[in-house]
C-alpha cells in the first residue's frame, strides 16, 4: 500500500488526517498563491492581451458586463434591444465592476487582469480542498500543481467562464465534505447555495444536484434517515433560492418558458448537423450550422426553433448518434483527436503552444490521480465526491458537445487525486530510507 494514512475517514464522519493548522500549510500555500498570480499576470501581460482576431464568447461576456455597468440589466449586447439569457449570469456580473471603472479595451486586459486574480483563488482553494481530502502535504502539492499546470493558467487569461467554474467547483467539493464530516443544517444550506452559484455560471451544471449534493447528503451517517431527507431538501431548496431571482427574471421576460439560459437551442442546432455527424468535425459544434434558423427578436423564440431543428436531424440520423457520443466523449477527456483540439483551441483565445502544453501536462497526471483513488480508497477516505463531476461533464458533453474547456470543472478534482498519489510516493520513499537507516545503524 502507498503510504499509510495519518487517520481514518470513515465515509466522512472522521477527520480526514489533517496535521495541526500552522505555518507549515499556511506560509508554504501563500508562498505557491503568489507563484501563481505571477504566473497568471505575465500570461496575461505577455501572452493573451495581443490575442485580438479572434471572436467568441468571451467578446459576449465583456459586452454584456459593460452594458451592466451603463445600467442595461441583460440586455441583447451590444445594442440592448431585447432581454439576453445567451449565458447564465454571474460571469458577466463578476466583470461588471471593472468594466465600470476602465471600460473594455480591445485587449480587455481589465477583465483578463481580473480572471487571473479570480485564478489565483482557485489555487488557495484547490489547496485547501486538498488537505481536507489527504492532509497538508497534499494541500501543498495540490496547490503548487494548480499554479503550474496549464489547464488551470490557460481559463485565466480568457474572459470566459472557465475560471468561475473551476472557482465554484473547489468550493462546492468542500462544501461538500464539510457536510459529510458535519452534516448540519447550515452545512447542507452551504452546499447548496454553492451549486445555485455554479449553475448562475454554467447552466449545465445543475446536475451536480442530483448527482452529488443529494447522494451525499444521503450518505451523511451520523443523522437519522429522516434527518437525511431533510439535509436533501435543504441543499435543494438552497440551491433553488441561489437561482430564483434569475429564473423569474427570465421567466417574466421571455415569451417562452425560460429558466437558467436560452443557449440550449444554439447549442443543440450547432451540434447536430452534417459538419459535426461526419467528417473532421464529429462531435464538435458549428457555428454556420447554428445560424440556419434566423434570429428572432425574443431569445426563446428562436432558442425553441434551434431545439427543434435539432431535433429533427436527431431522428433523421439516430443510427448516427453512437460514434458521435463516442466522439463528443473523446474529445472532452482528450482520448479522441486531441492535437487537433489543441489546434482548434486557438479560436477561443488558447494559444495552441499552451493547449499542448496543457495536453501533455493532463496526460502525466491521469495515472497519478488514478493512483490516487486507489489510495483513497485504501484509507477508507470517500473519494466518490471528486469523482462525480467527471461523470456529470460526460453526460454534459454526450449530450452537448466535446472540447477541452468544457473539462476544466473536474481539473480540480484531477490535481486534487494526483496531489494524493504524489503525498503517497513520498511518504513511502521516506518510509523506506528509514528503515535502510535503522538497518544500518550500529548497534
Not at 449534493?213 to 437519522?224: E, F, G, I, M, N
Not at 454556420?288 to 436527431?314: F, H, M, N, W
Not at 493547449?355 to 502525466?364: D, K, P
Request: aromatic share 8%.
Amino acid at each position: 500500500m502507498l503510504g499509510a494514512p495519518p487517520a481514518v475517514d470513515r465515509g466522512g464522519e472522521e477527520e480526514t488526517g489533517r496535521e495541526p493548522e500552522d505555518g507549515r500549510f499556511w506560509a508554504p500555500l501563500g508562498v505557491v498563491c503568489l507563484f501563481a498570480l505571477g504566473i497568471r499576470l505575465a500570461y496575461v501581460l505577455v501572452v493573451t492581451r495581443h490575442e485580438n482576431g479572434h471572436t467568441y464568447d468571451a467578446l459576449y461576456y465583456s459586452l454584456q458586463s459593460y452594458l451592466l455597468s451603463l445600467g442595461h440589466f441583460f440586455e441583447t449586447p451590444p445594442f440592448a434591444v431585447g432581454p439576453d439569457a445567451a449565458h447564465p449570469p454571474l460571469t458577466s456580473l463578476v466583470l461588471t465592476p471593472v468594466s465600470y471603472f476602465f471600460g473594455v479595451p480591445a485587449d480587455k486586459l481589465p477583465q483578463r487582469l481580473t480572471m487571473a486574480v479570480l485564478g489565483t483563488v482557485v489555487v488557495l482553494l484547490v489547496g485547501l480542498l486538498a488537505r481536507r481530502v489527504g492532509g497538508t502535504r497534499v494541500g501543498i502539492i495540490a496547490a503548487a500543481l494548480a499554479a503550474v499546470y496549464p489547464n488551470f493558467w490557460i481559463p485565466n487569461g480568457i474572459v470566459m467562464s472557465e475560471t468561475l467554474s473551476m472557482l465554484v467547483m473547489a468550493v462546492i467539493l468542500l462544501a461538500t465534505y464539510r457536510l459529510l464530516r458535519r452534516p448540519t443544517w447550515t452545512n447542507a444550506a452551504l452546499a447548496g447555495a454553492a451549486c445555485g452559484v455554479e449553475m448562475l455560471v454554467r447552466a449545465e451544471l445543475v446536475l451536480l444536484v442530483p448527482f452529488l449534493l443529494v447522494p451525499a447528503a444521503l450518505a451523511c451517517r451520523r443523522v437519522s434517515r429522516g434527518a437525511r431527507v431533510g439535509l436533501v431538501a435543504l441543499t435543494v431548496a438552497a440551491a433553488l433560492l441561489v437561482v430564483g431571482p434569475w429564473v423569474g427574471r427570465n421567466l417574466v421576460s421571455f415569451r417562452d418558458a425560460t429558466y437558467l439560459s436560452t443557449g440550449d437551442g444554439p447549442v443543440l442546432l450547432g451540434a447536430n448537423c452534417p459538419s459535426t455527424y461526419y467528417g473532421p468535425g464529429i462531435g464538435l459544434w458549428s457555428l454556420g450550422c447554428s445560424r440556419d434558423i434566423p434570429l428572432g427578436s425574443d431569445q426563446s423564440v428562436t432558442s425553441a426553433r434551434q431545439v427543434s431543428g435539432a431535433e429533427k436531424y436527431i431522428k433523421k440520423h439516430a443510427g448516427r448518434l453512437p460514434v458521435v457520443a463516442l466522439a463528443r466523449a473523446g474529445r472532452l477527456w482528450d482520448f479522441y483527436a486531441p492535437v487537433q483540439m489543441a489546434r482548434l483551441d486557438v479560436n477561443e483565445g488558447r494559444p495552441v503552444p499552451a493547449s499542448i502544453a496543457g495536453l501533455v501536462f493532463y496526460y502525466c497526471l491521469l495515472l497519478p490521480a488514478a493512483v490516487g483513488v486507489v489510495v483513497l480508497r485504501r484509507r477508507r477516505t470517500l473519494q466518490w465526491p471528486l469523482l462525480v463531476p467527471a461523470g456529470v461533464l460526460t453526460l454534459v458533453a454526450v449530450v452537448d458537445y466535446g472540447l477541452v474547456r468544457f473539462r476544466a470543472p473536474f481539473e480540480v478534482s484531477l490535481v486534487v487525486l494526483a496531489a494524493v498519489a504524489l503525498d503517497a510516493v513520498w511518504r513511502r520513499l521516506v518510509g523506506r530510507r528509514a528503515r535502510t537507516a535503522g538497518f544500518s545503524a550500529p548497534n
